[in-house]
């Protein structure tokens, strides 16, 4: 048999998943001057919460309350069961946010290695972004490295890949925190799939161009996870949620034409940018849109007239999948080696702990050397990441 | 041969095209006393135009200037002459607004009917929701929808097929104007595919009751053209242009994901909704994700609990297309029978002279009895248009 698909030796990386930071990860990093301001855990019980309602644990940065401590971090619970937020620590699996425990997940998961991105700073860290004191936020932002580098990926260097955060208000001080992280192993760079609506520079000017820069230099992917815009896709005020989170594609489909259309990837020629959450299913369509509208409007609407953008996004693009049947039966037009494999432990995506299994499934059809590519070698060539990469079986 | 791709007896049915209303109009159907605020063309250089620029065309209705008497009818250039709008009459074919040119450029074009849009009003008449007197608005609303239905396509009733809209700021006169349109013969209704950017209730209300009532009980499809909800795909204000133009098929996705997760087609089940010039690549895509998406979240986001969104889909939706490779290739997964063909004249888009040779081109690998659908027999469906079917050689 020519198709075995998923087969024993090949291991599972996955390229988005969460960490939900416990609660001493800034205390027990900032200076002491800090520690009344910067993040920490207090229990109480929400606002409007009806009366005799369970104390949550809410995070307190700034005097502001950030309640949603887990967001859908639902994993192993039955869809009858989605809904109601956990909102404190005992009510989530350990693996959320203690990393033995996290491995264990793995294991049961059938999952080799996970990059995780943040909870609480949000998917970019976007939070300290927000924050009154920046000088404090830059310290948070070292902080979650320090944590993300030092003790949650320390504790399994060849399971847990560090992504780290970057302070975006200041491009110069980003490409330095990339650097010092890069240094220290990092991996990936999370970094907002739009930034003007952060009410930050757009990707059509020179203000990111030492991120890139810093990017490219170390190799390290800026990893754009669906949301990280904070502007999730809306119909109306009152349609239900559903509605956003089956459009969640729509903003890696906005990032993906304004990149392509931008002139980052011809002055950053091997900068990476990997597309997280967003699926892959609308990539032959919107790559072929996308060319389409370069051929006719190219002439006067000020973007490159030379290159044609969908040779930019096989070089520099990347996009993953969790449960994508229809990007995965056009993974040639999207190009095998564009895709990485995602599972999304601990939110409601996921289909944790049957990971592997659901793989092998929505995989059954693809040649064993394109399984390979897609769920493990693919991520490795984006990430830089060998640890216990089995060269023999592996063919890598 | 099985394939013979687009045969000679296939009658190619657009359902998306567009009329440049001529100058008259309004003039000759308004009362006297409407003239004077009524729409009507005036010569003068745009404000902000260089010294010593020729005049050009501008609609004024209620004191308002409207410039853009043709923005983007530039069918015929090549794409290198595309970017200077034509402003005057005799910038553009006189196929955009003299029905006798229109029916010859179809022929050399290998077109045998269209579904025209219109140009001043907005594609779902919005500028007439956007007036200040009401009843005048109702009483342009009137006249556009008599121009087309007494004027436009009474030239050639076998050719162009009437699309006519509605005062959008009354359902119970949109109903109503609905069902004296279907009298006269109109075949469809143009209709915004998001209301709330309008400032009208969303699609998750009882607001629209009377319209899809009147659709579903006339039979006349809403076609949903992209950017009639007056908010086209951005990304950053210093974006080029063209990352608008790529990401018009989002309008269409957010429209099909509210629509399915609306009560609407649980309401009316007969209900016909058509979108227009969004592409179908996607299709596949946003299906599996939206049933994905209801497969786990249906059970706390008060959405229907009972029905797949894929299955309405497939009862109550249709796509469009000009160019598609991507959905074409996809076209068992979307559902043979959603697709119709678009032709866009005289916008930017469209292939005209040679949309004929460029369907031949796309369809090249299609079966013959599929090719028959997607170019005529859906659209005939759809739209209830019978003329000059050809029942025998046309297996319709």
């Known amino acids: 048999m020519f198709f075995v698909a998923l087969q024993a030796h090949m291991k599972l990386i996955s390229t988005d998943d969460h960490v939900i930071e416990h609660p001493r990860v800034w205390e027990d990093r900032l200076p002491r001057a800090d520690l009344e301001v910067g993040p920490r855990i207090i229990e109480m019980v929400p606002a409007g919460a009806p009366e005799g309602s369970r104390p949550g644990h809410v995070w307190l940065y700034e005097k502001r309350q950030y309640p ?65 004191d920046k000088q404090l936020a830059g310290r948070c932002v070292r902080a979650y490295n320090d944590f ?68 490219e230099e170390t190799g390290l992917p800026l990893c ?44 950053f020629q091997r900068l990476k940018v990997a597309l997280a959450e967003g699926g892959i299913g609308w990539v032959p369509y919107m790559l072929e849109r996308i060319d389409y509208t370069w051929e006719r409007h190219r002439f006067y609407t000020g973007v490159d007239i030379d290159t044609r953008p969908s040779d930019l996004f096989r070089r520099n693009m990347w996009g993953c999948f969790i449960d994508d049947v229809s990007g995965l039966s056009q993974r040639y037009t999207i190009g095998v080696e564009r895709i990485t494999w995602e599972s999304d432990y601990p939110h409601s995506d996921s289909n944790w702990p049957n990971s592997r299994k659901r793989a092998t499934e929505v995989l059954a059809d693809v040649p064993d050397d394109e399984v390979h590519q897609i769920v493990e070698l693919n991520a490795r060539e984006l990430l830089g990441f060998t640890a216990d990469l089995d060269l023999v079986s592996g063919r890598g």
């Open 68 to 132: 949603q401590i887990a967001l859908n971090a639902v994993a192993g619970r039955k869809p009858e069961e989605f809904g109601l937020e956990p909102n404190r620590f005992d009510e989530i699996l350990p693996g959320c946010y203690d990393p033995k425990a996290r491995v264990d997940d793995m294991d049961a998961d059938g999952v080799q290695a996970q990059l995780c991105f943040p909870s609480f700073p949000k998917f970019a860290g976007t939070v300290f972004l927000g924050a009154e």
């Open 148 to 215: 993300i580098l030092d003790e949650w990926c320390a504790f399994a260097p060849d399971r847990l890949i560090p992504l780290v955060i970057v302070p975006l208000w200041d491009p110069h001080l980003a490409a330095a925190e990339i650097e010092r992280c890069a240094a220290k192993g990092a991996k990936a760079v999370s970094f907002p799939e739009a930034t003007t609506t952060l009410g930050l520079p757009s990707f059509h000017t020179e203000h990111w161009d030492p991120v890139f820069a810093a990017a």
């Open 224 to 267: 754009m996870h669906f949301g990280s815009s904070g502007k999730p896709p809306a119909t109306a005020a009152d349609a239900p949620l559903a509605v956003t989170i089956s459009l969640y594609g729509c903003n890696s489909m906005y990032a993906t034409a304004d990149l392509l259309f931008s002139r980052v990837f011809h002055k």
